[in-house]
């Protein structure tokens, strides 16, 4: 039970920054540009995306311990920051390992049904 409340703890940890920083970068880019164009959710996908290819990578060639940092840093930090650098990430092993259907119909599935959700979520709403 003391490795799993670790683990957890990780992740809340990880989890309440990387909500934090999400929040001030799309406000400061809320701040410079203005509503125009969402560039905070931009922003915080394009560099989530980016710090998770990172850590998988560090991972994968045994730089950095597996447990902590996917923990810490992938799953609570980048998942609390944004979960389309997880999406990112399985989409591009699924096409490094040559599973280019597989790949594709992640980026399908996942735009369009959440698209949908969203779509959905409001209407219930307007109903």
Known sequence: MTHSLAIYSYI???GAVGACLRFFL???MLQWFGKGFPFGTL???VVGSFLLGLVYALIEHGQIEIVLWR???GIGLLGAFTTFSTFSVDTLLLLQQGLWLKGILNIVLNITCCLTAAWLGTQL???
């Open 26 to 28: 799309s406000q400061m």
């Open 125 to 127: 709403v307007k109903g």
């Open 43 to 45: 922003l915080v996908n």
């Open 12 to 14: 809340a940890v990880g």
């Open 71 to 73: 923990t810490a840093i």
